[in-house]
């Protein structure tokens, strides 16, 4: 299917590496400009490199988005770049329930979630508006819906970035600029395999499933095969049976960043094979 994406420009924050790194692939094999946005500057170029083997235009940029006027200027060079789509991909993630986090750890996960999405919206959008033509698509998480003990902060933090999502079309209506949220279940990065080897490594309990074993780092190699069955089972039960590939995002967002998305508006799609309310 052609998705009618051909010699359009776009922003996609946090996309050196991981899920990121796959939308802005995939964006450039729909035939996109691409701008890498990142903080490690060899990683940002290699992405860009694959993407202009692809024969579409490639360029980097680089900065912490928590730093003081670095996410309006990261906007400013996206404008110029000629982005019609920003991707919001850019959010850490941390682990803290209940009892460890402390008021800082709150904060960290909303200034890290929260406030770049929203400076670097901002800062876009009246190049968006003016060409009466635009997508902005944030990345949200499973743990908006359902959250994550263990993950308290993040999961608040990415709660508040689907519900500005929403306040945003809202906000656009009768622009031709439309505003979406992807969120992603259990995605099988190299960060995530890394947290889930060092679980096992602690002898730890992969936390997320009924009832939670220990879980064996010979058990964590991602290959379709027993082991994923293992981890999905223990830590991500879910109907679809797998844990996520950053390709499966990457699709959702390429669709809604599309001219034949002209007509959803304000969403949250969860991509997570169906873990929402089944665990």
């Not at 990683?43 to 928590?66: H, K, N, S, Y």
């Not at 000629?82 to 329930?97: C, K, Q, S, Y």
Request: glycine fraction near 12%; include cysteine; aromatic fraction near 4%.
């Amino acid at each position: 299917m052609d998705l009618r994406l051909a010699g359009q420009g776009a922003l996609v924050t946090g996309s050196s590496s991981g899920i990121g790194a796959t939308i802005a692939e995939t964006l450039a094999g729909e035939g996109c400009s691409i701008l890498v946005h990142g903080r490690d500057a060899a990683a940002a170029a290699a992405v860009a490199e694959r993407i202009a083997l692809r024969g579409v235009r490639a360029e980097v940029v680089l900065g912490d988005l928590t730093e003081p006027g670095v996410a309006e200027q990261i906007a400013v060079t996206g404008r110029d770049f000629g982005a019609r789509i920003l991707v919001n991909n850019a959010g850490p993630f941390t682990e803290h329930d209940w009892d460890s986090a402390r008021p800082a750890d709150w904060r960290a996960a909303f200034e890290g979630n929260v406030l770049p999405t929203v400076r670097v919206t901002q800062t876009l959008l009246p190049s968006l508006r003016s060409h009466g033509w635009g997508r902005v698509i944030t990345i949200g998480s499973r743990a908006v819906r359902t959250p994550l003990p263990h993950m308290a902060t993040y999961s608040a933090a990415k709660a508040a970035v689907v519900n500005m999502t929403t306040s945003l079309a809202r906000h656009l209506a009768g622009t031709g600029v439309t505003a979406n949220c992807v969120s992603p279940g259990v995605i099988i990065t190299p960060s995530m395999q890394r947290m889930f080897e060092q679980r096992g490594e602690r002898g730890e309990a992969a936390r997320g499933g009924d009832s939670p074993r220990p879980v064996d780092p010979s058990d964590v190699e991602i290959d379709g095969g027993p082991g994923e069955a293992a981890l999905v089972a223990e830590y991500a039960p879910n109907p679809t049976g797998r844990l996520g590939r950053p390709q499966d995002i990457a699709a959702a967002v390429a669709y809604l960043a599309s001219p034949l998305a002209d007509y959803v508006n304000g969403i949250e799609l969860r991509v997570d094979g169906g873990i929402t309310g089944t665990s």
